[in-house]
């Protein structure tokens, strides 16, 4: 099991990040929650096998056809084991 932290800088709020991140992280079995900052950039908790993670936070790289993605910075991240979904917050 993998726990990161993400956050993505770059056009990422406004054009479906969130939605699109909660279908991919779904799609790849992930568990964990997104979340616009103030900031304007996207914050991700991902959690799950590491091959899965890292292809989540490949798809992270690009985003959605709208994004712009400009930075995005991992950090390991303690497990939250209250976590069952993939959620947007």
Known sequence: MKSVRARV??????V???ASAQ???RRLG???????LPDGSVELHLEG????VDAMLDWCRVGPP????DRVEVQDAPADEALTTFEVR
Not at 30 to 36: A, F, I, P, T
């Open 49 to 52: 096998p590491p091959a899965a």
């Open 16 to 18: 479906y990040y969130r």
């Open 30 to 36: 992930l568990r964990g929650w997104v979340r616009n």
């Open 23 to 25: 279908r991919e992280a």
């Open 66 to 69: 709208a994004a712009r993605v």
């Open 9 to 14: 800088s770059g056009r990422v709020q406004g």
